[in-house]
């Protein structure tokens, strides 16, 4: 079994920054691709961002293209998610995934509790 465990949330002001992580413990990664997804209060679980985790493949959803980059540490078994330039509608819930290389959440095997982001205006 894999388990999965965020961090890294927390305040931020509009075109501020913050880098989650997510890290990893319980089985190996390396046939498996790491996403991030977010969900805001009353909204739907979104995607957001997706790695290969052996060939570092990479995808965002349109929304945070150009403002957030995902990478990974193999050897520490962790992903990041950079955020930058943050906007007040990226305050949600963040949460890290492992499955399939997919933006859906139902492709996904093992999920993390997640991590709260607010960005104030």
């Known amino acids: 079994q894999v388990q999965l465990v965020e961090s890294g949330g927390g305040s931020a002001q509009a075109g501020g920054s913050l880098r989650l992580s997510c890290t990893a413990s319980g089985g190996t990664l390396d046939k498996y691709a790491m996403d991030w997804f977010r969900q805001a209060p009353g909204k739907e679980r979104e995607f957001v961002a997706a790695i290969r985790w052996s060939a570092g493949n990479t995808a965002y959803a349109n929304s945070v293209k150009g403002r957030f980059t995902i990478s990974r540490d193999n050897a520490e078994n962790t992903v990041y998610l950079q955020m930058n330039t943050l906007k007040p509608e990226d305050t949600a819930v963040y949460y890290c995934?492992?499955?399939?290389?997919?933006?859906?959440?139902?492709?996904?095997?093992?999920w993390g509790k997640g991590t709260l982001v607010t960005v104030s205006s």
């Open positions: 995934a492992t499955g399939r290389w997919s933006a859906l959440p139902e492709d996904m095997d093992y």
